[in-house]
């Protein structure tokens, strides 16, 4: 089962936000480069897995896993055939 129902890229972006390191309960920022990856951090934020920011000026868009989207990472690197 692809919990909760993830596509592909939902899913890459989920496992690529690790837990930091300071204190393991967010997750490290990813990137938001192109349309697609605004559109795959936007569905995560709707599902309550992460949040999103920018862009803000020259700066790039970034995306976190919150404490829900870290306790589904792991459940997802669980499953059989991870």
Do not use: C
Not at 4 to 27: C, H, V, W, Y
Not at 32 to 55: F, I, M, N, Q, S
């Amino acid at each position: 089962m692809t919990w909760p129902n993830l596509s592909a890229p939902q899913r890459k972006m989920l496992l690529d936000s690790g837990p930091d390191d300071r204190t393991g309960r967010e997750g490290f920022g990813i990137e938001l480069r192109t349309g697609a990856d605004y559109a795959v951090a936007k569905a995560l934020e709707r599902r309550g897995l992460g949040h999103r920011e920018g862009p803000g000026g020259a700066l790039p868009g970034m995306y976190w896993n919150n404490a829900m989207g870290l306790a589904v990472r792991a459940a997802v690197l669980t499953e059989p055939g991870e």
